[in-house]
Protein backbone atom coordinates (compact mmCIF):
# COMPACT_ATOMS: atom_id res chain seq x y z
CA UNK A 1 0.00 0.00 0.00
CA UNK A 2 0.77 3.19 -0.89
CA UNK A 3 0.22 6.77 0.67
CA UNK A 4 1.04 10.27 -0.23
CA UNK A 5 0.38 13.33 1.76
CA UNK A 6 1.88 16.62 1.90
CA UNK A 7 -0.28 18.33 -1.30
CA UNK A 8 -1.96 21.51 -1.06
CA UNK A 9 -2.50 25.23 -2.27
CA UNK A 10 0.88 26.85 -3.04
CA UNK A 11 2.10 29.93 -4.70
CA UNK A 12 4.44 30.24 -8.08
CA UNK A 13 7.98 30.34 -6.68
CA UNK A 14 6.76 28.16 -3.60
CA UNK A 15 7.94 25.03 -2.10
CA UNK A 16 6.12 21.83 -1.06
CA UNK A 17 7.21 18.50 0.08
CA UNK A 18 4.87 15.42 -1.17
CA UNK A 19 5.48 11.94 1.50
CA UNK A 20 4.70 8.57 -0.03
CA UNK A 21 4.71 6.31 2.80
CA UNK A 22 4.99 2.36 1.77
CA UNK A 23 3.66 -0.88 4.11
CA UNK A 24 2.88 -4.50 3.28
CA UNK A 25 6.08 -4.84 1.34
CA UNK A 26 9.97 -4.50 1.61
CA UNK A 27 10.06 -1.14 -0.23
CA UNK A 28 14.00 -1.60 -1.02
CA UNK A 29 12.81 -4.63 -3.51
CA UNK A 30 10.74 -1.91 -5.06
CA UNK A 31 11.29 1.37 -8.27
CA UNK A 32 9.55 4.40 -7.05
CA UNK A 33 8.55 6.75 -9.29
CA UNK A 34 6.00 10.07 -8.87
CA UNK A 35 3.50 10.76 -11.99
CA UNK A 36 1.26 13.39 -11.91
CA UNK A 37 -2.21 14.03 -13.55
CA UNK A 38 -3.85 17.39 -14.31
CA UNK A 39 -7.55 17.71 -14.94
CA UNK A 40 -8.45 16.40 -18.79
CA UNK A 41 -4.56 15.57 -19.53
CA UNK A 42 -3.17 11.92 -19.44
CA UNK A 43 -0.90 10.76 -16.55
CA UNK A 44 2.83 12.01 -16.85
CA UNK A 45 6.29 10.57 -15.62
CA UNK A 46 7.85 13.41 -13.34
CA UNK A 47 10.67 11.20 -11.78
CA UNK A 48 11.78 7.62 -10.55
CA UNK A 49 14.83 6.36 -8.12
CA UNK A 50 15.71 3.22 -8.79
CA UNK A 51 15.78 0.82 -5.22
CA UNK A 52 19.52 1.84 -4.60
CA UNK A 53 19.60 4.97 -6.64
CA UNK A 54 19.33 5.99 -10.07
CA UNK A 55 17.32 9.71 -10.43
CA UNK A 56 15.60 10.57 -13.45
CA UNK A 57 13.32 13.96 -13.85
CA UNK A 58 11.18 15.01 -16.16
CA UNK A 59 12.44 18.14 -18.07
CA UNK A 60 10.27 20.28 -17.28
CA UNK A 61 11.30 19.36 -13.49
CA UNK A 62 14.83 18.93 -13.52
CA UNK A 63 16.51 21.85 -11.07
CA UNK A 64 13.02 22.39 -9.28
CA UNK A 65 12.21 19.09 -8.04
CA UNK A 66 13.91 16.37 -6.02
CA UNK A 67 13.14 13.17 -5.27
CA UNK A 68 14.29 10.88 -2.79
CA UNK A 69 13.71 7.67 -0.81
CA UNK A 70 14.54 6.16 2.76
CA UNK A 71 14.50 2.32 2.24
CA UNK A 72 14.73 2.01 6.24
CA UNK A 73 11.86 3.90 6.93
CA UNK A 74 9.77 2.95 3.62
CA UNK A 75 9.63 6.39 3.16
CA UNK A 76 9.61 8.64 -0.74
CA UNK A 77 9.74 11.89 -1.07
CA UNK A 78 9.17 14.77 -3.65
CA UNK A 79 10.38 18.10 -2.87
CA UNK A 80 8.88 20.99 -5.24
CA UNK A 81 10.75 23.68 -5.37
CA UNK A 82 9.87 26.89 -7.54
CA UNK A 83 6.74 25.85 -8.17
CA UNK A 84 4.68 27.30 -11.57
CA UNK A 85 1.04 26.96 -11.94
CA UNK A 86 1.68 24.49 -14.59
CA UNK A 87 2.72 22.35 -11.67
CA UNK A 88 -0.70 22.20 -10.73
CA UNK A 89 -1.70 18.12 -10.67
CA UNK A 90 -3.10 15.57 -8.69
CA UNK A 91 0.69 13.86 -8.03
CA UNK A 92 0.78 9.94 -7.36
CA UNK A 93 3.24 7.81 -6.11
CA UNK A 94 3.82 4.42 -8.15
CA UNK A 95 6.14 1.15 -7.57
CA UNK A 96 7.09 -1.77 -9.10
CA UNK A 97 9.64 -4.94 -7.94
CA UNK A 98 12.76 -5.01 -9.41
CA UNK A 99 15.83 -7.07 -9.09
CA UNK A 100 18.44 -4.31 -11.04
CA UNK A 101 19.56 -1.82 -7.52
CA UNK A 102 19.85 1.03 -9.97
CA UNK A 103 17.46 1.31 -12.80
CA UNK A 104 14.55 3.77 -13.03
CA UNK A 105 11.11 3.61 -14.96
CA UNK A 106 9.07 6.59 -17.00
CA UNK A 107 6.39 5.24 -17.95
CA UNK A 108 3.04 4.64 -16.13
CA UNK A 109 2.22 1.29 -17.52
CA UNK A 110 5.21 -0.22 -15.79
CA UNK A 111 4.11 0.00 -12.31
CA UNK A 112 2.02 -2.27 -10.07
CA UNK A 113 1.38 -0.17 -7.06
CA UNK A 114 -0.56 3.21 -6.81
CA UNK A 115 -1.04 5.76 -4.03
CA UNK A 116 -4.38 7.79 -4.32
CA UNK A 117 -2.71 10.87 -5.27
CA UNK A 118 -2.24 13.96 -3.41
CA UNK A 119 -3.54 17.59 -5.23
CA UNK A 120 -0.98 20.28 -5.34
CA UNK A 121 -2.51 23.66 -6.49
CA UNK A 122 0.01 26.33 -7.75
CA UNK A 123 -1.36 29.93 -7.96
CA UNK A 124 0.03 32.55 -9.92
Known amino acids: QLVESGGGLVQAGGSLRLSCAAS????????MAWFRQAPGKEREFVAS???????HYEDSVKGRFTVSRDNATNTGHLYLNNVKPEDTATYYC????????????????????WGQGTQVTVSS
Open 94 to 113: AAVMSTAPFIFLTSHWQYDY
Open 24 to 31: GRTFGDYV
Open 49 to 55: VGRKGGI
